[in-house]
T-cell receptor
C-alpha cells in the first residue's frame, strides 16, 4: 500500500511569492495534519483537517492556510513568503482525528 | 500547555554500545508520548508510543522506552547500537487523549561509530 505522498519534493521560491504544497493521505485515512520543520528543530504543528473541516491550528500567521478535498487530499498554501518560511513541510495522515499519524517524506521549501 | 525537552542535541556511541536518548515532558493532563526517527531526507517514522497501560513500551528495531510519571520522563533505549541506527530522533507529546497536535522536542542526532 502507498504511504502518504507529498508534492513537490523540492521547491525554490523568492520572497513575496505564493506557494501551494500538496498531500495525499494513505487510502482510507480521513484526517490530514501539516507540520513545519525548520532546519535543526523539531516539527511544529500548523493545521489538522478532518472530513474537510479544520480541527486544529497552530501558532502560525494568517499567511498560512489549508484545505482538504472530498477525496481527503490536502493543500497547504503560504502567501507573501518570507525567508523564515524556508523549511521541510511534513504532511501526516490518520484514520480518524485521534489515531496514530503517518508522515510523508515532506516538501523542502527554500525561499530566496 | 505541553512541551518536550530532549537532553543532548547530539549523542555519539560505538557500535554494540547502549543507546540512551533522554526526553522529559510537561503536560497538564496524562500524556500520550511518542518517539519518532528521521533518516536524512526522509519523513518521520514512529518507533514506539505510550498511551495507557504498561509503562515499558517496546518498539521497532529493538528500541524501548519507559514512561516514568514521577520523573516526567520517557527515555529511549536500545541495548546494542547498530550502524543503521544513525539518524535523528524526536520525542513528542500529545495531551488530551488524542493524537492530533503533536508537540515535538528539538531532536537528538545519534551517531554510531564503528
Amino acid at each position: 500500500d502507498a504511504g502518504v505522498t507529498q508534492s513537490p519534493t523540492h521547491l525554490i521560491k523568492t520572497r513575496g511569492q505564493h506557494v501551494t504544497l500538496r498531500c495525499s493521505p494513505i487510502s482510507g485515512h480521513k484526517s490530514v495534519s501539516w507540520y513545519q520543520q525548520v532546519l535543526g528543530q523539531g516539527p511544529q504543528f500548523i493545521f489538522q483537517y478532518y472530513e474537510k473541516e479544520e480541527r486544529g491550528r497552530g501558532n502560525f500567521p494568517d499567511r498560512f492556510s489549508a484545505r482538504q478535498f472530498p477525496n481527503y487530499s490536502s493543500e497547504l498554501n503560504v502567501n507573501a513568503l518570507l525567508l523564515g518560511d524556508s523549511a521541510l513541510y511534513l504532511c501526516a495522515s490518520s484514520l480518524e482525528v485521534d489515531n496514530e499519524q503517518f508522515f510523508g517524506p515532506g516538501t523542502r521549501l527554500t525561499v530566496l | 500547555a505541553q512541551s518536550v525537552t530532549q537532553l543532548g542535541s547530539h549523542v555519539s556511541v560505538s557500535e554494540g554500545a547502549l543507546v540512551l536518548l533522554r526526553c522529559n515532558y510537561s503536560s497538564s493532563v496524562p500524556p500520550y508520548l511518542f518517539w519518532y526517527v528521521q533518516y536524512p531526507n526522509q519523513g518521520l517514522q514512529l518507533l514506539l508510543k505510550y498511551t495507557t497501560g504498561a509503562t515499558l513500551v517496546k518498539g521497532i528495531n529493538g528500541f524501548e522506552a519507559e514512561f516514568k510519571k514521577s520523573e516526567t520522563s520517557f527515555h529511549l533505549t536500545k541495548p546494542s547500537a547498530h550502524m543503521s541506527d544513525a539518524a535523528e530522533y524526536f520525542c513528542a507529546v500529545n495531551s488530551g487523549g488524542s493524537n492530533y497536535k503533536l508537540t515535538f522536542g528539538k531532536g537528538t542526532l545519534l551517531t554510531v561509530n564503528p
